[in-house]
């Protein structure tokens, strides 16, 4: 069924055995290679059908500039993932969201992205403000969520695209 936002659990529209896998993995990462867990946003027009995805163009560190990436951040030291994602992007974007449901990566756990850190990613939708390139970002834009390939995207975040697309698209499977 097309739709991003079954209600499962508060947290990520998992089965809760999910998410306890991926808080042992992120902890053991920490621990080993001090990289760090990045929340993101995938947000999208409609949750039920979603259309069109915002990507934000990174202004910095410069090795990273003008590149897209989902709006988001880092965890900071005891904080929850899910008020350190809606900080993210009042910070960045001037928003608040329902988040949908979470992205699974691989084995169902977080997006290995640079620097080794682990990203854990969410459907979302805007439901106060306009956003705009406040902190970090240069740029946004909406792209269809047929085609998000426009602009470049950051290495990593390729195929959290395409599981954007194709969980969005209500076809898991197809790419
Ligand atoms: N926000 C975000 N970061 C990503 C994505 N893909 C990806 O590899 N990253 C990397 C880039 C950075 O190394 C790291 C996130 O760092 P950040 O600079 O956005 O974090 P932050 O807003 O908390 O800023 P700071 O504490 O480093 O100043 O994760 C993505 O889609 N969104």
Not at 24 to 53: E, F, K, N
Not at 73 to 101: F, I, Y
Request: hydrophobic residues 40%; contains cysteine; glycine residues 10%.
């Amino acid at each position: 069924m097309p739709g991003v936002h079954t209600p499962v659990d508060k947290h990520c529209g998992q089965p809760a055995t999910v998410s306890v896998q991926a808080r042992r993995y992120d902890r053991g990462v920490t621990a080993a290679s001090h990289s760090r867990l990045v929340v993101a946003a995938a947000i999208v027009d409609d949750l039920d059908r979603p259309a069109q995805l915002l990507a934000a163009r990174r202004s910095a560190p410069k090795s990273l500039a003008g590149q897209w990436e989902f709006a988001g951040g880092k965890v900071e030291e005891g904080e929850d993932d899910l008020d350190a994602l809606r900080r993210e992007l009042d910070e960045e974007l001037g928003v608040s969201v329902e988040l949908g449901d979470r992205i699974p990566g691989p084995a169902g756990g977080d997006w290995p992205i640079l620097h080794g850190h682990a990203m854990r990613i969410w459907f979302a939708r805007i439901t106060d403000g306009t956003p705009e390139p406040l902190a970090d970002h240069d740029a946004l834009r909406w792209l269809p969520l047929e085609n998000p390939f426009d602009v470049p995207w950051l290495e990593p975040d390729l195929p959290v695209v395409h599981a954007v697309r194709a969980i969005g698209r209500g076809n898991e499977f197809s790419d």
